[in-house]
C-alpha cells in the first residue's frame, strides 16, 4: 500500500512520457505542391474544409506576363491594405522590363517577383506544404504561380489587439503604468525598449502539437546563469501537451515542486519588473496570447519584494517590507495563535483582557477551532465569489459579506466578536502578500489545526515543518530560501533595502549551484 | 554518497550553538552546587575548552574522517565495530534522553493531560523528517531558527535585570571545594562533553571554513548564553528555590510581572533541542550507514526514530527521576564516550603515524 502511494508521489514527481496522439498524420498533408492552380486549390479547400475564412483570390501575374497565380489568406489575419497595395498591385501592373530581364537572363520567377517586384518587407519562399499551411493559419499571405513548386510567404499579419493597459493585478502608487497584453511581439517590444542592448537576448521556440504556441526565452547574456538556461529548455523541449492557452500550463510543466504549496516559478504582468529581475540574472518565459510572462528561479523572499521598493526611498522601503513580512507572520498564524491561546494558553493573555474575552465567548455554543475554522472558510468564499461575479452584482456580495461575517454571526451568537477581529485581520495582511495568495490559505489551515491540537508546540512543529519543507526545496538548481538560508551574499537586500549606490546592481545574485548531479555517485 | 553534503562555517557553528544549548536551556547546569553553581558551571567550561581541543586534534588527524570511520581505521575491524555500535547507541540514548526531558517539561508545564508518547511522537517525526532531509537542510533551518533563542535568552536576561539579587550567589564556596567539582564534573559531562559527536559533522564542513574558529567561536558565545541564564536563575530565584523546582528557567520567566510569556520557553526549548536531537540523531544514522558500508543514510530514519520513541518511553518512570539520572548517572555513563576513549585514540593515533 505504501509502496503504491510512493509510487504515486513519484509519478507525480517524474511525469513518465505519454503519447497522447503520438501518430502526427492528423497535421500532414503531404509535402509537395500540386503544379496546376486548379489541383492546389481543390487541395487547399480540402486541407481547410472549405472553410468560410479562406479566402483564395485568384489573378493574372501581369508583371512578368507569363502566367496566373493565387493569393491565399485567412480572413481576419492579415493586412489586407499592406496586401493590396505592396503585392496585389505590383504584381497585376504591366511591366516591359522584367518580362524581359526574365526572357533573357533565364532567371527564376519566384527571385524576381521577390526582388524586384514585391514590396513587401517580410518575405521568404517555402517547399513543403505542411509548412506552408502552419504559416497560413499563423496569419501570413501566401501566393502560389502557375507550374512552381515553390511558394511565398508574404508576412503581413495584423489583428486586433488590446492596448497597453495597466494591469490589475500588479497595481503602483509610483512606477511605470503599463503592462503586457496578449501579443508577444508587443511584449517583446515593451521588454527592448527598457534596454537598449544587444546582451538582451530572445529565443524563440514553438510548442503545443496543435496549438503551435510561440514562447521566447528571455535573459541577459552574461548575467543569467547558462546552467538555468539550459535547465530551462531542457524542461521545456520535454513538454508534451496539444494546446498552450497560458502561461500557467508551461509553469505546471517546468516547476520543480508540483506538490508543494510554495510556487518556485513567478510570473509578472509588468515590463518593469520583468525587466528589472532580467538584470539580477533570472531567465523570463514569455508566451504569446497572454499577458503572464513567468520568470525563473523563483525564490521566497521575492514573494516579499515589490518593484516599488526600489522606486521609493530606502527607509520607507525597508519598513514596508518589514511590515510585509509582520504580515505574512500574522496572516498565516493569527487564527492559530488565537485558538491555541483560547484552548491552551490562557495564561499569556492579561487578566483583564482574559475576563472581557471569556464574557465574550460565553454564549457561544461551538470550540474555539471551529468558529475560527469556520470563518477562515466562509472568508474564502466570500473572496471568490466576489472575484467571479460580474462587477455590478459584486457589491451585493460585499453587502452580504459585511453583515454575514461582521454583524449576524455575532448576534447571532455563532462567533465572538473577538473572532471576527481575528479574521479580519487575517484578511485584510493576507491582501499585502498577494503573490502566496493560495499558500496562504492551505497553511492557515494547516496551522490551524496543528494549534488547536497542541497549542503553541503544535504551531512550532508545523512551522518547523513547513521551513525544512522550504529548506529541501530548490527551484532551478537554486535553493528556495536563497540568501536566508544557507546564508549568501544576496542577504544585504530581503529583510531590507539597502540604497541603490550600495547594491551596485548585484548582478550575480542567483548562481546555480556548482554541484547540480542529484544523483550522487 | 552521502559525503558530498557540505555545510558552511556559518551553519556549523549555529549547530553546535544549538547543540550546546540544546535541553540545557530548561534546567541549571550545576544546580548541585547550590549558589556556586556558576562557579561550577566556569570550571566545566574551562574542561570543556580542554575536552574540545582534544577532540580538535583527533579531527586534524583524520580531517575528512568520521568519528566511526576513525575508530575502524585506528582500532582494527573488530574492536573498531563494538567501540562504533557502543557510540551509536550512545547517540541514539542521548537523542531519546533529550526528547523525554522535552516531552516531560511539556507534560509538568503546558499540556498535562496529553498523553506522552503524542508529544514524543510529533517530535520524532519532525526531527525525522529534518535527518531524513540530511545534514544540509539541517543546517539550514536550524540557520533559520536557532538565532530567535539568542535574542529570546538576552531580551529575557535584560528585562530580569531590575529583579536580580546578587546575595543570591553568596557565600562563595560555603561547602568547599568538593561538592562545586562533582557539579563541575557533572556540567562538563551534560553539555560540553556531549560534542564528542560532532566529530560526525566535522567532516562535512566546506573546505573554506576553519573548524578552530568555528568551534572557538561558538563555544565562546553558547556558553555565555548558559551563563547568563544560570546567573539570572540564581540571583533571582536563589539556590534553595532552584532545588525545589523541576525546571528553574520557566518558574524564573514566570517572575516577570505582567507578563506571562513562560508558554514561549518551551517553543525555544523545541528549536534548541530539536536541533541537538536532530544532530544525534544524524550521527546515529550516518554511524549506522558508514558501519554498514551504505552510501545512504536515510533508510535508517525511520527504524532508528522508532527505536528512538520507544526508547525514550520506556527510559524513565518519571520527570524527577529523570532528573536524578541526568545529574547522578549521565556523569558517570559518559566517561568511556567522552573522554576515555577519545583519549585512547589520540593516544593511538599519535603512535600510528609515528610509525605508519
Known sequence: MLRRIMGLLQYFKYKPKRHIHSDTSVLQYGDAIPTTLKELISKLKLIMNNDGDLVIRSFKLSAINCSEGILVYINGLTDKKSIELNVLKPLMAEAQENKMKYLKNNRKVIDIIINEIIQSLNCSTENSLDKIIEKLLGGSTILFLQDEKTAIIIDAKKWDTRGVNEPDTESVVRGPREGFNEDLITNITLIRRKVKSAKLKFEETKLGRFSKTRIVICYFEGIADKYIINELKGRLERIEIDAILESGYIEQFIEDHPLSPFPTVSNSEKPDVVVGKLLEGRVAVLCDGTPFVLLVPRVFIENLQVSEDYYTRPLYATILRILRLLALFITTTLPALYVAVQTFHHEIIPFRLFIAITAVREGIPMPTFFEALMMVIIFELIKEAGLRMPKPVGQAVSIVGAIVLGQATVEAGIASPLMVIVIALTAITGFIVPPLDGTVFFLRICLLIAGSILGFYGIIFALVVIFIHMCNMKSFGVEFLSPLAPISDGLKDTYIRPPLWSLLFDNTKFRALEDHNPTEE | ?356
Open chain 2, 1 to 356: 554518497m552521502y559525503k558530498k553534503a557540505q555545510i558552511s562555517s556559518t551553519q556549523l557553528s549555529i549547530l553546535m550553538i544549538g547543540f550546546i544549548l540544546g535541553s540545557t536551556i530548561i534546567i541549571v547546569p550545576g544546580s548541585n552546587a547550590m549558589q556556586d553553581a556558576w562557579i561550577a558551571y566556569l570550571a566545566a567550561w574551562i574542561g570543556g575548552f580542554l575536552l574540545f581541543s582534544c577532540y580538535y586534534l583527533l579531527y586534524k588527524k583524520f580531517p575528512q574522517k568520521t568519528l566511526v570511520e576513525i575508530n575502524h581505521i585506528l582500532l582494527g575491524k573488530w574492536l573498531g565495530t563494538i567501540v562504533n555500535i557502543l557510540y551509536i547507541w550512545y547517540f541514539i540514548h542521548l537523542a531519546s534522553l533529550v526528547l523525554r526531558n522535552f516531552g516531560e517539561y511539556t507534560l509538568t508545564v503546558t499540556l498535562p493531560e496529553t498523553p506522552l508518547w503524542f508529544i514524543m511522537a510529533c517530535y520524532v517525526f519532525v526531527t525525522g523528517y529534518s535527518v531524513r532531509s540530511g545534514l544540509e537542510v539541517t543546517a539550514r533551518t536550524a540557520e533559520l531558527i536557532i538565532p530567535f533563542i539568542f535574542i529570546f535568552q538576552v531580551g529575557i536576561f535584560l528585562i530580569l535585570l531590575p529583579y536580580f539579587d546578587i546575595s543570591n550567589l553568596k557565600p562563595i564556596l560555603a561547602e568547599g571545594l568538593q561538592p562545586v567539582l562533582m557539579a563541575s564534573f557533572s556540567v562538563l559531562t551534560f553539555p560540553f562533553g556531549e560534542t564528542i559527536i560532532l566529530l560526525m559533522i566535522l567532516p562535512y564542513l566546506h573546505s573554506s571554513g576553519s573548524v578552530k574558529k568555528t568551534y572557538i567561536f561558538s563555544f565562546l558565545l553558547a556558553g555565555s548564553i548558559l551563563l547568563m541564564g544560570i546567573i539570572r536563575d540564581l540571583s533571582v530565584l536563589g539556590a534553595d528555590e532552584i532545588a525545589r523546582t523541576l525546571f528553574p528557567p520557566h518558574y524564573t520567566i514566570q517572575q516577570i510581572p505582567d507578563l506571562n510569556i513562560d508558554a514561549l520557553i518551551g517553543v525555544f526549548f523545541f528549536i534548541s533541542g530539536g536541533t541537538k536531537i536532530c544532530i544525534c540523531y544524524l550521527a546515529a544514522t550516518i554511524g549506522i550507514a558508514q558501519l554498514t558500508n551504505s552510501h545512504d543514510h536515510r533508510p535508517f530514519v525511520i527504524p532508528v526514530g522508532i527505536i528512538l520513541l520507544g526508547l525514550c518511553i520506556w527510559i524513565y518512570e518519571s520527570a524527577p527521576q529523570m532528573l536524578n539520572w541526568a545529574i547522578e548517572i549521565w556523569p558517570l555513563y559518559s566517561i568511556p564516550f567522552q573522554i576515555v576513549i577519545p583519549l585512547m585514540l589520540l593516544i593511538i593515533s599519535f603512535f600510528r603515524t609515528k610509525n605508519p
